[in-house]
């Protein structure tokens, strides 16, 4: 795993600029506000994704590149995105002449990690934007839920900002029955922003939205603390009584 100490590469690309050893452009050596965290299923590759400048092109002075790095602190994997070529690269130093425009392009940089991942968080080295994550009984649970209903499905939910769980319940004899649980480990479920409604509903004194998505599904969502959660079905399967009910026998992990 490639490591770094962000403070010396600043210093040093300061002072490569100040003496006029080379133009690399403007800003290099300035960590990027990170954006999003993907792992790959194995957990052995992690995407970064930022907002940057255009792709790097060597005979495009108006082209940007990035270096990504990441450092272990405890069971905190740390990632930061470092700018390497800035806007004006290879340009002499005197030349005022150069024009950009003002554009952000979505960027991803990909790191290696030596094994899998298997931490509690990955955090942005400059500070904005942390993802989660939570195992075993660290998971929030349902314990409202009809006989014979199991967990069917579950995996990680990448949509969800800071770090998040989903579960799909069910009994084995039914794949049409069937609700879905999200766990937003630090915010709010993904799926509020896409498809929530204005109608208020509560969930043990806490605030909370309707929704209903395209294909049918309505749903609830609501945030008690730090986590929030969302719940949702077709309405043939539970009626909105039945979700809030539901609702209300989440048992937190710990």
Not at 37 to 62: H, I, K, Q
Not at 150 to 167: A, L, Y
Not at 186 to 211: K, Q, S
């Amino acid at each position: 795993m490639r490591r770094v100490s962000f403070a010396g590469g600043l210093v040093i690309a300061l002072l490569l600029s100040a003496c006029g050893a080379l133009n690399d452009g403007a800003g290099v050596g300035e960590l990027q506000s990170i954006d999003r965290f993907s792992l790959s299923a194995d957990r052995t590759t992690l995407e970064v994704g930022f907002v940057g400048g255009a792709p790097y092109d060597p005979d495009n002075p108006c082209s940007t590149n990035y270096e990504a790095t990441s450092e272990w602190l405890g069971d905190v994997l740390e990632v930061g995105v470092v700018k390497t070529k800035g806007m004006g690269h290879g340009v002499g130093f005197g030349n005022q002449s150069l024009a950009c425009p003002a554009m952000g392009y979505f960027r991803t940089e990909t790191i290696d990690l030596d094994e899998p991942f298997d931490g509690s968080e990955i955090r942005d080295a400059n500070g904005e934007h942390r993802r989660l994550f939570r195992t075993g009984n660290e998971l929030a649970t349902l314990t409202g839920l009809p006989s014979g209903w199991e967990v069917q499905v579950q995996s990680e939910s990448p949509e969800t900002r800071g770090g998040g769980w989903i579960k799909v319940y069910g009994p084995y004899d039914d794949p049409s029955q069937q609700v879905v649980f999200v766990q937003a480990f630090d915010g709010y479920p993904h799926i509020w922003r896409a498809f929530t409604g204005d109608e208020r509903i509560t969930v043990d004194g806490v605030d909370g939205r309707l929704f209903h998505t395209p294909n049918g599904h309505q749903g609830i969502w609501w945030k008690p603390g730090t986590e929030g959660y969302a719940l949702y079905a077709f309405e043939d399967v539970f009626t909105l009584e039945e979700l809030l009910a539901l609702a209300e026998t989440v048992q937190p992990g710990g």
